[in-house]
């Protein structure tokens, strides 16, 4: 299945997508990256990878809707057959995201719905949970919301801060991501009345997982 991923910045998830389909094994491989910032530092990790990256500056549209017209055709000149967001930091028009429908991914650094928008780790340590995550999603309009692929449970220390638990969360991420491209590339995750079944993983008998406060 040919991705295209759209980044704005650092590029880690891009960097653990283009990781993945090294491997000849994987039903994937990366079409194109587009980041919307000409300073992203993942522009460079795709170019030392050998992946086609193209930026396409929000800032040089009239609109929205022009800007993402631009997202849609490059991403259609390159055959793209699955979006992956990996830390897109523009909000989608609906007419973008529904040309896209249950062919475009998003990871979100918490356990969705809890904890949306942005400064997430902020907020989750703000909040004094014991367990975050990440969630890999398919886009809907609204922002972080949308069918579950795949979600990672994580822990929070008590000594955690922002810098801790974003390294924390950003290992997991750079696992799940990988893992919900693949189900979804197979064919084994699919959308059944905006809730996503996986083929082929039996219904799971464990029992809860107690995390306790760690102070
Ligand atoms: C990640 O935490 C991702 O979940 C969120 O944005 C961040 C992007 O990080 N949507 P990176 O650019 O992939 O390193």
Redesign the pocket.
């Known amino acids: 299945m040919k991705l295209g991923i759209l980044?704005?910045?650092?590029?880690?998830?891009?960097?653990?997508l283009i990781d993945a389909c090294k491997d000849d094994k994987y039903p994937a491989e990366i079409a194109i990256a587009i980041s919307n910032n000409p300073n992203a530092?993942?522009i460079a990790i795709a170019e030392a990878a050998g992946i086609p990256v193209q930026v396409i500056n929000h800032k040089e549209f009239e609109d929205r809707d022009t800007f993402d017209a631009a997202l849609d055709s490059t991403l259609k000149e390159a055959g793209v057959e699955l979006v992956c967001?990996?830390?897109?930091?523009r909000i989608l028009t609906s007419g973008f995201v529904k040309n896209w429908h249950n062919r475009q991914l998003?990871?979100?650094?918490s356990l969705l719905p809890a904890f949306k928008g942005l400064h997430?780790h902020d907020r989750v340590l703000e909040s004094g949970v014991r367990l975050t995550g990440?969630t890999v999603h398919f886009v809907r309009d609204e922002m972080d919301e949308g069918p579950i692929v795949a979600q990672v449970a994580v822990p929070v220390n008590a000594d955690d801060t922002v810098e801790t638990l974003?390294a924390r969360?950003?290992e997991a991420?750079h696992q799940i991501y990988p893992m919900a491209v693949r189900l979804v590339a197979e064919g084994k995750a699919r959308v059944q009345g905006e809730r996503v079944t996986i083929q082929g993983m039996p219904d799971s008998k464990t029992g809860p997982l107690f995390v306790p406060a760690l102070s």
């Not at 704005?8 to 960097?15: P, Y």
């Not at 967001?85 to 930091?89: H, L």
């Open positions: 980044f704005s910045g650092r590029g880690t998830n891009l960097n653990a530092e993942g967001n990996a830390g897109f930091m998003n990871i979100h650094p997430v990440a974003t969360v950003l991420e």
